[in-house]
Nanobody, 127 residues
């Protein structure tokens, strides 16, 4: 059973930066390397949306509206997924989740593709 735990959330002023981490457990390294990993967020009043996903070979795809500000990366040796967030805006306020699933994903930025989820990290951006 894969378990995910986010950290690094908090409060920041507009224009600031945060780096979220997502630590995985309950999985061995070979299996972890085979996983597609992703970040999602849920902002108040909106559905959960995909931010970015990173594949087993390190290739990444991101939601167009967040490209240039948010960057996904992974450190397989540490079993950690990262999300670097820069130039944060008040509308980025929400709960940020990491997720993963085994197997090929047709649409890696859709939440329905994922089986395992973290509990979320809160991010608050003040103006």
């Amino acid at each position: 059973q894969v378990q995910l735990q986010e950290s690094g959330g908090g409060s920041v002023q507009a224009g600031g930066s945060l780096r979220l981490s997502c630590a995985a457990s309950g999985i061995d390294l070979r299996d972890y390397r085979s996983l597609c990993l992703a970040w999602f967020r849920q902002v108040p009043g909106k559905e959960r949306e995909g931010i970015a996903a990173i594949d087993t070979d390190g290739s990444a795809r991101s939601t167009d509206s967040l490209k240039g500000r948010f960057t996904i990366s992974r450190d397989n040796a540490k079993y950690i997924l990262y999300l670097e967030m820069n130039n944060l805006k008040p509308e980025d306020t929400g709960v940020y989740y990491c997720a993963t699933s085994r197997g090929f994903l047709d649409s890696p930025l859709l939440p329905g593709e994922y089986t395992y989820w973290g509990h979320g990290a809160e991010v608050t951006v003040s103006s």
